[in-house]
């Protein structure tokens, strides 16, 4: 597995984000390029934040910090709402028991960058409406110039794209930015 390396940025708006990278010098490259943007509102001037450094503990010394007791649900649900069934790790039980505004602060952050890729796509790629699902199967069998496209198909539709081969990207709706 590769090692990656986790960098906190920070956009001119002072949002703070985090990004993994491959090294510091693929952060280079890419913040070069123009690639690294804020993941909250698309900003390309970014710069590195102050980090703390994660290190590991010494392997001759123990931690004197007391373990947190965590008292198991009586009922089987955790306070998520979401069923402990096909839980099978004391990890896998503590993600799901993930305090609420972390979760809502990284649904933000990815309909943020949702937002940012469909904006992409808009101002990048042609919009065949609701003649998407014919225009792509053109495209594909060679019957028409390829390119980028987007626009309306209904899900029987895009069953069937996905069934010919075609590849595609269901574009979901997002919340009205407020």
């Not at 900003?43 to 590195?48: A, E, H, R, T």
Request: aromatic content about 6%.
């Amino acid at each position: 597995m590769k090692n990656m390396i986790k960098f906190t940025l920070k956009c001119n708006n002072d949002h703070e984000f985090e990004a993994w990278f491959g090294s510091s010098a693929e952060y280079d490259r890419q913040h070069e390029a123009g690639w690294v943007t804020c993941a909250i509102c698309g900003d390309d001037d970014i710069s590195k934040a102050l980090m703390t450094p994660n290190l590991g503990a010494k392997g001759n010394k123990t931690s004197h910090l007391p373990t947190p007791k965590r008292e198991a649900p009586t009922t089987g649900v955790p306070t998520t709402g979401v069923p402990t069934r096909g839980v099978s790790s004391q990890a896998e039980f503590a993600a799901l028991q993930m305090d609420q505004s972390q979760l809502a602060k990284k649904a933000a952050v990815l309909i943020t960058q949702m937002r940012v890729m469909r904006k992409q796509v808009e101002d990048n790629f042609d919009n065949v409406g609701d003649d998407f699902a014919n225009t792509a199967r053109r495209i594909h069998y060679g019957d028409e110039e390829e390119r980028g496209i987007y626009g309306n198909a209904t899900n029987d539709d895009v069953k069937e794209l996905i069934d010919e081969g075609i590849e595609i990207f269901p574009m979901p709706d997002l919340p009205k930015d407020n």
